[in-house]
């Protein structure tokens, strides 16, 4: 690639050549990707280098924007794996769960829309999946009572949980426990 080709690729924040080649910027010591998204630099300060190392070895230290020091970046990915977590471990507690996300620092639709991207399903959905098949297992496994089996999934009544499981199932969960026993 020319030199002139890099700074159009900078202009652009061209992702496609990610990877090929990392830009420097004399007055701000950092070094970025192609497709950083901070402010275009003046074609005066940039330097290019093939390989971050080539760039820390100059002096220049990597974008905590587009994280140049890592060879791969998807922090998309990295928050749906991390609002999945929460999922997993608050999926029965709403209360938690509603604040472990907040932390998250995103909003609930831009959460809808990286669980769907990285996943294919929405968080309600996956929580509801969650919330089944831990009842399911409580109904099969345990001799727990219909209301414990529901407020360890989450629901706070019982007729709620009836309803839910029976939406999803086609059964109450009472005769699913017995079916499954028998």
């Excluded at 020091?69 to 794996?81: E, G, I, K, N, Q």
Aim: proline content about 4%; hydrophobic content about 40%.
């Amino acid at each position: 690639m020319t030199t002139q080709q890099k700074w159009q690729a900078v202009q652009r924040c061209d992702d496609a050549f990610d990877g090929s080649f990392f830009y420097a910027v004399k007055t701000t010591g950092i070094f970025c990707r192609p497709s950083c998204k901070s402010k275009t630099p003046k074609r005066e300060n940039l330097l290019f280098f093939d390989t971050p190392q080539q760039a820390i070895a100059a002096g220049f230290r990597p974008c905590k924007r587009c994280r140049s020091d890592l060879a791969v970046f998807r922090p998309d990915h990295v928050l749906a794996a991390k609002a999945k977590a929460v999922l997993n471990d608050y999926f029965a507690h709403p209360r938690q769960l509603a604040t472990a996300l907040a932390q998250l620092g995103v909003s609930r639709h831009r959460l809808n829309q990286l669980l769907q991207a990285e996943y294919g399903v929405a968080p309600a959905q996956y929580v509801a999946a969650l919330r089944l098949g831990e009842a399911k297992h409580r109904l099969q496994a345990t001799s727990d009572s219909i209301t414990a089996v529901a407020l360890a999934v989450g629901f706070e009544q019982t007729a709620s949980f009836c309803r839910f499981f029976k939406a999803q199932t086609g059964q109450t969960p009472g005769s699913y426990r017995k079916e499954q026993r028998a």
